[in-house]
């Protein structure tokens, strides 16, 4: 299973960005997908998730109201939509996706994702 991701930049402060990540190689439509982060010289931390059916959707407290997961089973995709960028937000991004969760607060921790993308840059300017 390959993930690839794209669709970051830099971008000015209250700017926006769509990321996008394609899953090859596997069976999109049984995993949940999951979008990380690591700023500059911190750990990697939890941004987004989206279960297979979108029955549950989950967010970092940071980012809600203004990051937005999605994904096109058709297009084996998964996307995010990143509003009113703060340059807190400058990261590197990267996607994910796994099989085995249970619970909402598995969708928060890497353990379960078993497939992970390259990460994509996130510059945000003040």
């Known amino acids: 299973v390959q993930l690839q991701a794209s669709g970051g930049g830099l971008v000015q402060a209250w700017g926006f960005l769509r990321l996008s990540c394609t899953v090859s190689?596997?069976?999109?439509?049984?995993?949940?997908a999951g979008w990380f982060r690591q700023p500059p010289g911190k750990q990697r931390e939890f941004v987004a998730a989206h279960s297979p059916t979108g029955r549950r959707i989950e967010y970092a407290d940071s980012v809600k109201g203004r990051f937005t997961i999605s994904r096109d089973n058709a297009k084996n995709t998964v996307y995010l939509q990143m509003n009113s960028l703060k340059p807190e937000d400058t990261a590197v991004y990267y996607c994910a996706a796994g099989e085995r969760f249970y619970s909402g607060r598995d969708y928060h921790t890497s353990v379960p994702y078993d497939y992970w993308g390259q990460g994509t840059q996130v510059t945000v300017s003040s």
């Open positions: 190689g596997g069976t999109f439509t049984t995993y949940a």
